[in-house]
T-cell receptor, first 112, second 116 residues
Framework: GNSVTQMEGPVTLSEEAFLTINCTYT??????LFWYVQYPGEGLQLLLK?????DKGSNKGFEATYRKETTSFHLEKGSVQVSDSAVYFC???????????FGEGTQLTVNP | DTGVSQNPRHKITKRGQNVTFRCDPI?????LYWYRQTLGQGPEFLTY????????KSRLLSDRFSAERPKGSFSTLEIQRTEQGDSAMYLC??????????????FGSGTQLSVL
């Protein structure tokens, strides 16, 4: 079956540090890949997505590239802010399906 | 666009009782999803509707769980004879049927269930 594995957290960084959160997946076919973010007290929000190999999703300074050869979709940001503190979830959806399969989430805390 | 609304926000119940949660999706969205999230884990798919039709159910959805979307608008999720293992955050999401951005899911803030 499908699965998503994220790097273990929590991650604590200082403001303006570089962020990488690793995500690898197992799936049949060619899934779409997503990063969702959950700010404290709020619902999950789509951060970015990529639908085919070598696509790069980007939003709010975050980026992730769909790497089929390594089955990865790592999230990066060059300079994090305190407001980026949240839980980040990697997810996939099969081409022909509707359900999302999520990773376990990574808690990010950014200190001033 | 008022977002996806879920009620109640919190529910505390005793083991063996029945509970029902409600989800009001974004008004023009024809797809509605239920997920369950336990502490430290990502959301797990339970079921989804397209309009009033329940199109897919996860094996996680035991026979104690039932979901309905009678008029293709709001949905309810009922858990009968609750067990302590049912304690979790129950998330609802909605989307438009289609491709690309039309498939973007909008999540509610969830209903936190605690079974004592």
């Amino acid at each position: 079956g499908n699965s998503v594995t994220q790097m273990e957290g929590p991650v604590t960084l200082s403001e303006e540090a570089f962020l990488t959160i690793n995500c690898t997946y197992t799936a049949t076919g060619y899934p779409s890949l997503f990063w969702y973010v959950q700010y404290p007290g709020e619902g999950l929000q789509l951060l970015l997505k990529a639908t085919k190999a070598d696509d790069k999703g980007s939003n709010k300074g975050f980026e992730a590239t769909y790497r089929k050869e390594t089955t990865s979709f790592h999230l990066e940001k060059g300079s994090v802010q305190v407001s980026d503190s949240a839980v980040y979830f990697c997810a996939l959806r099969e081409t022909s399906g509707s359900r999302l399969t999520f990773g376990e989430g990574t808690q990010l805390t950014v200190n001033p | 666009d008022t977002g996806v609304s879920q009620n109640p926000r919190h529910k505390i119940t005793k083991r063996g009782q029945n509970v029902t949660f409600r989800c009001d999706p974004i008004s023009e969205h024809n797809r509605l999803y239920w997920y369950r999230q336990t502490l430290g884990q990502g959301p797990e798919f339970l079921t989804y509707f397209q309009n009033e039709a329940q199109l897919e159910k996860s094996r996680l959805l035991s026979d104690r769980f039932s979901a309905e979307r009678p008029k293709g608008s709001f949905s309810t999720l009922e858990i009968q004879r609750t067990e302590q293992g049912d304690s979790a955050m129950y998330l609802c999401a909605s989307s438009l049927r289609g491709t690309g951005d039309r498939e973007k899911l909008f999540f509610g803030s969830g209903t936190q269930l605690s079974v004592l």
